[in-house]
């Protein structure tokens, strides 16, 4: 039987946030989802999620899971005491019990399934992870004797001499539950920090063992904003190594972040100062950037996106998009296409070989295959109450200038006069101007003042 226990009561008040620290996010997802995730794949039997500051918010951030239970820890009188609460809740105190602190975001599991492996082979009373660090700084020390770990001692309560010690505890702990049941109302808050510590149960309990192993970043713990910049760092450089061992060119890797989800082809160029979004999928051989933002949209083959933002749309093959085009949720632009500067498109479906390449706003509209959409042309579709559509049918050339006051259906091949406001339908192969009539003076002097 495999318990979870992931320490999530805490306030924070080194990150300085009136947001709970395990809420803060990494590449989009928050630290205690990352931890819960991480143990999920152990297929543990129960996951205890405690919480205490804010717990509401905390308990409602948590994506459902049936094999989840909150336990509230009120007040939080430390890492100790939040075990010490989970005890008392549970009635059985059986089999291992993980305990992971809900601010280490990046933990693997194939590490946590090496603690465990470790712990059943020498039957433990606990085990734990611990790596040495350059900057050990702020993280408890591991201290060792022969084989077995002797105690535990945080950074504040370590002379100078303990200080020297490399060995950091890394907030991973795997527990024979029974036994640390036995112990766990003995611990006391006789420290600098008046808290009550999980990690002074290793020197009450016999046979405490450890894991040691390279930390290529996934022990980072986060106390403050610096350290949460640092796991940004570390999760954005696998991410985009993993792209680029797949063919993905980064012009300027740092100034980019892509998140987990996104899928990236062969070929495909990511310029400076690009970010990816969400569940994006990119197809082979676009450009990316610079200066581009995309969420959850999925860019086709050969695209060329600049200096623009895409949300939530479908943009198809062979498309060029930008400088400074803004495709709002729910477009789709087809195969060909060519949207320009400073336009806007919103939930709108553009057919194959249009163009809308000038200062023009798109909302709610359908245009026809190989239609041309003239500089500043607008859709004025909202009355002040409703939105409505425009529809203009295929190998239309719409004049600079339009407006189009929908609900507007054009047929095909209809032409709009520059500068027109089309407040009718008009039928296939029309012209539709609505302008007065150019009005020459001769001979006309400015008057004299
Ligand atoms: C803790 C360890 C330290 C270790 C480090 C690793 C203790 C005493 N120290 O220190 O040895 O090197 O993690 O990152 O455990 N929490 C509660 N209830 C509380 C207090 C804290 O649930 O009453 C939660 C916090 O929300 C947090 C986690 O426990 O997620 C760790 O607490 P934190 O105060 O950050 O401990 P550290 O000082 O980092
Ligand atoms: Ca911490």
């Not at 194939?110 to 009373?125: F, G, P």
């Not at 770990?149 to 024979?176: H, M, P, S, W």
């Not at 766990?184 to 016999?206: C, F, G, M, R, V």
């Not at 729910?330 to 070989?353: A, D, P, T, Y």
Request: charged share 25%.
């Amino acid at each position: 039987m495999l318990s979870v226990a992931i320490l999530a009561a805490g306030k924070g008040t080194r990150m300085e946030s009136s947001l709970p620290k395990v809420l803060h996010k990494i590449s989009g997802k928050s630290l205690l989802q990352r931890v819960i995730d991480s143990c999920i794949e152990l297929n543990p039997d129960q996951i205890f999620v405690i919480t205490g500051h804010k717990s509401k918010e905390v308990q409602d951030s948590i994506q459902n899971n049936k094999k989840i239970h909150f336990v509230i820890q009120d007040p939080q009188l430390g890492t100790g005491h939040a075990i010490q609460v989970l005890c008392k809740e549970v009635k059985e105190n059986k089999g291992k019990l993980l305990v992971l602190n809900g601010d280490v975001p990046l933990i693997k599991p194939d590490t946590l399934n090496r603690l465990l492996n470790l712990h059943n082979s020498k039957n433990a009373d606990v085990s734990l992870i611990t790596t040495s660090k350059k900057n050990p700084h702020g993280y408890g020390r591991v201290f060792l004797k022969e084989d077995l770990i002797e105690r535990i001692v945080e950074e504040k309560d370590c002379t100078n001499q303990e200080r020297l010690n490399l060995l950091i505890n890394a907030g991973v702990y795997c527990f024979n539950w029974e036994n640390l049941s036995k112990i766990i109302n003995k611990l006391q808050s006789n420290n600098n920090q008046k808290e009550i510590y999980l990690t002074d149960t290793i020197s009450l309990l016999k046979n405490s063992i450890s894991l040691e192993i390279d930390d290529d970043g996934e022990l980072q713990g986060i106390n403050n904003r610096i350290q949460l910049s640092t796991c940004e760092e570390i999760i954005q450089n696998l991410i985009k190594e993993k792209h680029m061992l797949n063919g993905v060119t980064f012009i300027n890797k740092a100034s980019c972040s892509i998140s987990e989800e996104a899928e990236i082809g062969k070929d495909v160029i990511i310029e400076a100062n690009t970010h990816i979004r969400g569940n994006t999928k990119i197809f082979n051989n676009c450009v990316i950037g610079p200066n581009t933002f995309i969420e959850n949209s999925k860019i086709g083959l050969n695209c060329e996106i600049s200096n623009s933002t895409v949300y939530d749309s479908q943009i198809i093959d062979h498309i060029k998009i930008g400088p400074y085009s803004h495709i709002r949720p729910n477009s789709k632009i087809s195969s060909f296409s060519k949207i320009g500067n400073f336009v806007e498109i919103k939930n709108s479906q553009l057919e194959e070989e249009s163009k809308v390449n000038h200062l023009s706003y798109i909302g709610d509209s359908i245009i026809g295959r190989s239609t041309n959409i003239g500089a500043g042309t607008i859709t004025a579709n909202f009355d002040g109450q409703k939105k409505h559509q425009t529809k203009i049918g295929k190998n239309s050339s719409i004049g600079a200038n339009t407006v189009f006051v929908a609900p507007i259906n054009l047929g095909e091949s209809v032409t709009t006069g520059a500068g027109s406001v089309i407040t009718k339908d008009s039928k296939d192969n029309s012209l539709a101007i609505s302008r007065t009539k150019q009005v020459n003076i001769e001979n006309w002097e400015r008057k004299k003042s």
